[in-house]
């Protein structure tokens, strides 16, 4: 570093020890007088100021001296400064030269000689020497906290703190963000037989990989940012053949037309082939030509779920083909609307689903309340919060893994969920329990880019493994790899190559190449010295005089003495970040506003008046502390930075041996507490948030409650008194800060994602071996039901008919026992699946012939009939009649089907009286998608129908029949009723006696496997609702009651979808309500379906009988029967809505609050924003050509 530079920071502490009174000893008054005059504080800033000016060079320090022999300073102040500085230099000047006799006497030893070791005793030749040596020691001594050896390290290779200073091992030596599992190794596993594919989504903001929008818009901020680097990140990593981000396609004119570009190759290297690498994949939802912010994306979700199905089964036939063959190895959804779109795609796709929150509905909820400023209606028409919650509701029930920042954020935020308890995750993660699940909470720092700061890095660990490892195919595009750690030598160097642009020392230049940054180009920078401690030494790094950067020089301004330690904080002036406290303690502390300026970065701005007014007051706050405490010529804060200044203002406290502070009252990550780190800057750090988890990996500062003022300058005092300790956290700051790279990101990713699959599978083993036999009933159960059989038998009705059945009559205890000779061995119980490695994968290697013998296979169209119950045959009749009679013309292109709310024995009893012939129908879904019926043609036989059973094992998928009913039943008795159980049919109502005679704690005989049907009356709703039959709230809502079955189910990890049906009869309606598992749903059974017979959704048309419908301009309010009508209604197939002829929501009804139920039914249907996928029909002379056109139209569309 230049001497002009030394000359200034000498000058400032020789000027502060002077004015303090240090270099009493060259005095004549006494010791013991001094030491009463000079108080404790002054003593902190002499040893503070001695220790800084013994580390100086020796350049910096002569500079000193003849400036303090010169003319402008006169009496006994020049007298004590010259001496004072001579002594310092002369010491410096002894010890260079024993370090120099030491190195020429090394360099003529042989190798194998013993080292020569320096002591501090070597480095002086006289008395006044080892005098000012001896008393430098005793300060230092007084200064550490701890004695110092005479054997010390140099300054630039520092010893490790001592056990009686290793605060921060004490502190964060149980790290538990890994849970019990130790993550595996990806790499290290030698069963992968193909490369991996993966899918991120992302649906809202405008996301592209180079020249990023981010703050155009709210919705494109720093989430875009993290799943681009993310998606790139990942295709670097050996095991990862393709990654896939989807977003929406914008073809909007206010936007770049970058946006409407269908595919963006965001990374690819030689070894990628034609389909490896990174990619944005732009898929439509909605109309393209309009930008559409998040809050009204939600009516989009499940057309690009289902485009995204199409595009996954695309993706895996084209690597196929191309000789690349890889499995699908999870779909990670990022935010709440594509948590919901990848738990959608997982449901049919039959993968793990990963969720990543980012930011929470129920948290944000809450501040908003919390806030007093707008109220839950309003909160609701801007945000569609509800309808965000319950996407995360879904999301959490369907993902195996959820990855999170900080711990924080799982006991706090995802912690207001019903969806997840982390007590009884832990719980289930110890012991199994079949049909619960809790997806598992992993907390992994996110991935950084260092590429834009100023610093040098050590090597990232994790990126010098992935080099060492061969990628998932070779430069041939080829077989599938083995994993293994070795490679050619070519793989390796092109590996660095590809590697280059995750590491963080590269920096990109205008030809798309990565140069590597050195401290040395940078100015005042220079490296380190090779040792293997990090010191950072102000005569290293910080640059002065002309070389300061600029925003130094803009800072400096309102300095009296810029050249003293920094304080800084920087963030924008916000109320949560918590500037006041921070100037409020700095200013109370008169011993920090001594050692230290205090540099407040707040944003930018133009003036105070223009500013936002929150922003503004804060702004305001401080501007008066600052007076009130007179801190002027202590604190700084500039009006405008730039974003290429960010590095710099981290770099000086880095010089200047200060601190970074970040004391927000809720700080949800912390990026900035990792740059400082990165920069080689101790932290005073919130204890709430982020900075917990940050400090527990990095070990670079100091946790403190924001709220306590006394608190914050202790530990900003604690670090820069203590020089021993400053540098350890520098040190620990940047020798760990890889932690928050791109590859350990990735590589962490990948182990606990890897290592939950294998968790999940080993439960799944241990519970199959639990099973000694299976029940009989079932493993007898046939798989087919023909006109010849002639009635079916007990077994197959049991999945033909919708429950509860009336011939088990009302007694709960008579059948809460399984039968006699339910379990036989050997044999193995149906599977209860809890992790996926692919349904899509299995039918991908399924050969086609396997299902030639379905007629619906050979179908290139599919026409679907919602059939919503018994009452509805009038309305779905003529309907259905219409659908076949456009199939019979059709030459076998189209197939039709129904989607059923009942079973498949009441269904056919439907058909039949609706005077339609049930082998006329290609499939059946019945019991609310809990059952798939296939049509088969054989050469002889005749018509033969097919139990689907890939469907079942498909949503079998975290779902126990048995547990499922008994928590039921114990919300219908209530908790104390289950005390005496036989006594219950005595005090309850008819039909809840008949529905828990249903739900018998044990499967058996006569009960649906997948399906339970509770036919309510008010007194059980009274009952679910925790409320006496006589109360006047008797008549309690059906869809109230839904909710709370729903919420309950969530609460204790029971995973299941549950649908609403209004049953009229008469003058009454019913309440039924159908429970099935989380994979079995009516929409989710129609795309198994498609997905089976080789078809994507546009190849399918839905044709729903609502009970209502009211057209008003563009908007259309259709009222159904049931509470899935919305997931039938949505999605990239067409839609037919018929119109009835009459009213039917005006009959009269006995149950009046019931009655008011429809209403909550009915949605709101605009078509014009979903293209031309929804029309409206009177009557039914047209659905014949309507079928034709767009059987024809979608066929041109593939």
């Not at 005749?942 to 039921?968: M, Y």
């Not at 159980?981 to 309850?988: D, Q, R």
Request: aromatic share 6%.
């Amino acid at each position: 570093m230049a001497a002009s530079g030394n000359n200034s920071w000498v000058d400032s502490y020789l000027e502060a020890l002077l004015s303090y009174g240090l270099s009493g000893e060259y005095t004549n008054k006494p010791a013991q007088a001094r030491a009463d005059v000079v108080d404790a504080d002054q003593q902190i800033y002499a040893k503070y100021y001695v220790s800084q000016i013994l580390q100086l060079g020796e350049e910096g320090i002569r500079d000193a001296w003849y400036k303090a022999t010169s003319s402008s300073h006169t009496g006994e102040r020049d007298r004590r400064l010259e001496y004072l500085s001579w002594r310092v230099w002369h010491m410096k000047r002894a010890k260079q030269r024993v370090w120099e006799e030491g190195r020429r006497i090394a360099a003529t030893l042989p190798d194998d000689s013993d080292a020569v070791v320096l002591e501090d005793h070597d480095f002086s030749t006289s008395d006044d020497d080892e005098h000012h040596r001896s008393l430098r020691s005793r300060s230092q001594s007084d200064l550490h906290g701890r004695a110092q050896t005479s054997g010390g390290a140099s300054p630039t290779a520092a010893e490790p703190p001592s056990a009686s200073d290793n605060f921060l091992q004490t502190d964060y030596e149980d790290d538990k963000s890994w849970g019990n599992q130790r993550p595996r190794d990806l790499m290290d596993r030698d069963v992968l037989d193909k490369g991996l594919y993966i899918i991120l989504i992302s649906m809202h903001g405008l996301v592209r990989g180079e020249s990023m929008e981010l703050g155009k818009d709210p919705d494109t901020g720093g989430q875009v940012k993290y799943v681009v680097e993310l998606a790139r990140a990942l295709a670097q990593h050996p095991v990862v053949y393709r990654v896939d981000l989807l977003t929406r396609l914008i073809k909007d004119p206010q936007v770049d037309k970058e946006y409407g570009q269908s595919e963006e190759c965001l990374y690819r290297s030689e070894q990628s082939g034609s389909l490896g690498g990174a990619y944005i994949v732009r898929l439509p939802a909605g109309k393209p030509e309009v930008y559409i912010r998040k809050e009204q994306l939600w009516p989009h979700l499940r057309e690009f779920a289902d485009r995204g199905i199409a595009h996954a089964k695309s993706t895996l036939m084209r690597l196929a083909e191309d000789k690349t063959p890889c499995d699908l190895y999870a779909v990670h959804g990022h935010y709440a609307d594509a948590g919901e779109v990848a738990f959608l795609m997982t449901s049919t796709l039959g993968v793990d689903m990963a969720l990543t929150g980012h930011s929470l509905g129920r948290n944000k909820l809450e501040h908003l309340l919390n806030s007093g400023t707008v109220s839950k209606a309003e909160i609701e028409s801007t945000y569609k919060i509800s309808r965000r919650i319950e996407a995360e509701e879904r999301s959490l029930e369907g993902a195996t893994m959820v990855f999170t920042s900080t711990q924080q954020e799982i006991d706090e935020q995802w912690g207001l969920y019903n969806s997840f308890d982390a007590k009884i995750e832990r719980t289930l993660r110890q012991r199994r329990r079949d049909g619960r699940h809790m997806p598992h909470m992993v907390v992994i720092p996110p991935g950084l880019d260092f590429s834009s700061l100023k610093v040098d890095l050590p090597k990232d660990p994790a990126l010098e493994e992935m080099k060492a490892a061969k990628p998932a195919f070779g430069s041939d595009g080829g077989s599938p790899r083995q994993p293994a750690r070795g490679g050619s030598a070519a793989n390796l160097r092109q590996l660095d190559s590809d590697a280059g642009s995750l590491s963080s020392t590269h920096h990109r230049t205008g030809s798309g190449l990565t140069r590597p940054v050195s401290m040395a180009s940078l100015p005042g920078g220079n490296l380190d010295d090779g040792t293997s401690r990090l010191r950072h030494q102000v005569s290293k790094t910080a640059p002065t005089g002309k070389t300061d950067p600029p925003i130094w020089k803009e800072i400096f301004r309102f300095l009296r003495n810029p050249r003293k330690p920094v304080i800084l904080a920087m963030s924008r002036p916000d109320a949560k970040k918590n500037i006041t406290t921070l100037v409020k303690a700095f200013g109370e502390n008169h011993t920090l506003r001594s050692l230290a300026n205090l540099v407040l970065i707040m944003g930018n701005r133009d003036n105070i008046d223009s500013m936002a007014s929150g922003s503004s007051k804060v702004l305001q706050q401080v501007l008066r502390l600052v007076d009130s405490h007179d801190l002027y010529g202590s604190v700084a804060y500039p009006k405008k930075h730039s974003q290429a200044d960010i590095s710099d203002i981290y770099r000086l406290p880095q010089a200047t041996r200060g601190v970074f502070t970040n004391v927000a009252l809720q700080e949800p990550f912390g990026l900035t507490v990792i740059e400082a780190a990165a920069h080689g800057v101790p932290t005073v750090a919130t204890k709430n948030g982020g900075p917990v988890d940050i400090m527990a990996t990095l070990h670079h500062g100091l946790l403190v409650d924001p709220g306590n003022s006394t608190a914050i300058a202790e530990a900003c005092l604690k670090i820069l008194t203590n020089s021993q300790l400053w540098d350890d956290m520098s040190h620990n700051g940047v020798n760990n800060i890889m932690a928050y790279s791109w590859p350990s990101h990735c590589k962490k990713y990948l182990e606990v994602l890897e290592s939950e699959k294998q968790f999940l599978r080993k439960q799944q083993k241990d519970a199959e071996r639990r099973y000694s036999g299976s029940w009989d009933h079932r493993s007898a159960l046939p798989a087919t039901i023909s006109e010849e059989q002639g009635a079916p038998g007990r077994a197959m009705m049991d999945r033909m008919r919708s429950t509860p059945h009336r011939g088990l009559g009302p007694n709960l205890h008579k059948v809460s026992a399984p039968p006699k000779g339910s379990f036989k061995g050997p044999g193995k119980r149906p599977t209860k699946l809890t992790s996926d490695d692919g349904s899509l994968n299995k039918f991908a290697r399924t050969s086609s012939h396997d299902f030639d013998h379905l007629r619906g296979f050979h179908r290139d169209y599919l026409v679907v009939v919602q059939v919503d119950g018994l009452d509805r045959i009038p309305a779905f009749g003529p309907i259905l009649k219409q659908a076949i009679q456009a199939a019979a013309s059709s030459n076998g292109t189209i197939g039709v089907g129904v989607a059923s709310m009942l079973g498949f024995e009441a269904t056919a009893h439907c058909l039949e009286e609706a005077g339609v012939s049930l082998d006329a129908l290609d499939f059946s879904v019945n019991n609310s998608g809990a059952d798939i019926w296939h049509n088969t043609s054989k050469e002889q036989g005749g018509p033969h129908w097919q139990a689907d059973e890939s469907w079942e094992e498909h949503i079998n998928f975290r779902w126990e029949r048995d547990t499922a009913a008994k928590l039921v039943t114990k919300l219908l008795a209530g908790d104390k009723s289950l005390q005496s159980v036989p006594s219950l049919p005595g005090k309850m109502s008819t039909a809840l006696s008949k529905a828990l005679g249903s739900l018998p704690e044990h499967q058996q005989g006569g009960v649906h496997p997948q399906h339970v049907l509770l036919e309510l009356d008010d007194e059980s709703k009274s009952h679910i609702m925790g409320m006496a039959p006589s109360t006047q709230q008797k008549e309690t809502l059906s869809s109230t009651m839904m909710e709370r079955i729903r919420r309950r189910l969530r609460k204790t990890a029971y995973r299941s979808h549950i649908v609403l049906q209004m049953v009229p009869e008469g003058d009454e309606l019913h309440s039924h309500m159908h429970i099935t598992p989380l994979r079995a749903s009516r929409a989710l059974a129609l795309r198994f379906i498609a997905t089976k017979f080789g078809l994507d959704m546009q190849r399918v048309m839905v044709v729903t009988v609502p009970a209502k419908v009211v057209r008003q301009d563009e908007v259309a309010k259709v009222t159904g029967h049931t509470t899935d009508m919305l997931e039938l209604l949505g999605g990239w197939c067409k839609v037919v809505i018929t119109i009835p002829e009459k009213d039917e929501t005006r009959a009269p009804r006995k149950t009046k609050m019931d009655a008011s139920v429809m209403e909550r039914l009915a949605i709101k249907v605009v078509p014009g924003i979903f293209n031309d996928h929804i029309h409206f029909l009177e009557g039914t002379s047209d659905l014949a050509n309507l079928v034709s056109q767009a059987s024809a139209g979608g066929a041109k569309d593939s």
